[in-house]
């Protein structure tokens, strides 16, 4: 026995020679793995609940839900011009997306015009 650990133990918790001896002989066994103070089933679920930290909630302080895309006049009267155009020479003509794209069919090949607006 270490004769330190032995007088620290009995000066820090008031304690007699023999007292912290057998303290140290009862940590010895704990360390190797006895389990002398198990905890019942309800203490376990209770020690196992007060044991787990609450998460804080993660809080968005942007809207989430989808934007809605504004309508470009500009955009869907040039689709429709370059229908017009289209229809003297070309077959299948198909507005994809009135604001983005036409298909359409010259000679039996097929073609896509897709007409973007590139931001400055």
Do not use: C, W
């Not at 389990?35 to 007060?50: D, H, I, N, P, R």
């Not at 298909?103 to 897709?114: C, H, K, M, P, S």
């Amino acid at each position: 026995m270490n004769e330190n650990r032995i007088s620290q133990l009995m000066k820090s918790l008031d304690i007699s020679r023999e007292e912290a001896i057998d303290l140290i002989k009862e940590d010895e066994e704990i360390d190797k793995g006895s389990k002398k103070y198990e905890l019942t089933g309800e203490a376990a679920k209770v020690s196992k609940k007060m044991r787990q930290a609450d998460r804080k909630k993660t809080v968005y302080n942007f809207d989430t839900s989808k934007r809605e895309k504004k309508e470009n006049p500009v955009k869907r009267d040039l689709i429709a011009a370059l229908v017009n155009a289209l229809h003297d020479t070309a077959t299948d003509v198909t507005i994809t997306n009135p604001e983005r794209q036409i298909d359409f069919l010259v000679d039996d090949v097929r073609y896509r015009i897709v007409l973007s607006a590139p931001r400055k």
